[in-house]
Nanobody
Framework: QVQLVESGGGLVQAGGSLRLSCAPSGRAFSNYNIGWFRQAPGKEREFVAV????????YCADSVKGRFTISRDNLKNTVYLQMNSLKPEDTAVYYC????????????????????WGQGTQVTVSS
């Protein structure tokens, strides 16, 4: 079983930056596409970004494109989400997740295509 742990959340002012990290606490996830999702109070879980298992392809939601960057270092067994130019509307709990199937070519954007989830890390952006 793949077990994921997120870290790096916190409180920042608008325009600031944070870097989130996702790492497995159990089985390694180098064979899995890894996605970042976020959920604000009263809203549904929203896709943010995804990186292919090999790290050779990424895709970001339009709402964060140009501000957020997803990357991975499989030697360190860690996936990152670099968040710049943060806005109050970025406030949410951020989750990383592993795709339900190993070595997939496609980059899924729906949360129900991911089987393994971390507990989330809170990101709060003040005005």
């Amino acid at each position: 079983q793949v077990q994921l742990v997120e870290s790096g959340g916190g409180l920042v002012q608008a325009g600031g930056s944070l870097r989130l990290s996702c790492a497995p606490s159990g089985r390694a996830f180098s064979n899995y596409n890894i996605g970042w999702f976020r959920q604000a109070p009263g809203k549904e879980r929203e896709f943010v970004a995804v990186v292919r298992h090999s790290g050779d392809r990424t895709y970001c939601a339009d709402s964060v494109k140009g501000r957020f960057t997803i990357s991975r270092d499989n030697l360190k067994n860690t996936v990152y989400l670099q968040m710049n130019s943060l806005k109050p509307e970025d406030t949410a709990v951020y989750y990383c997740a592993a795709d339900r199937k190993e070595l997939r070519i496609a980059l899924a954007t729906s949360y129900n295509e991911y089987d393994y989830w971390g507990q989330g890390t809170q990101v709060t952006v003040s005005s």
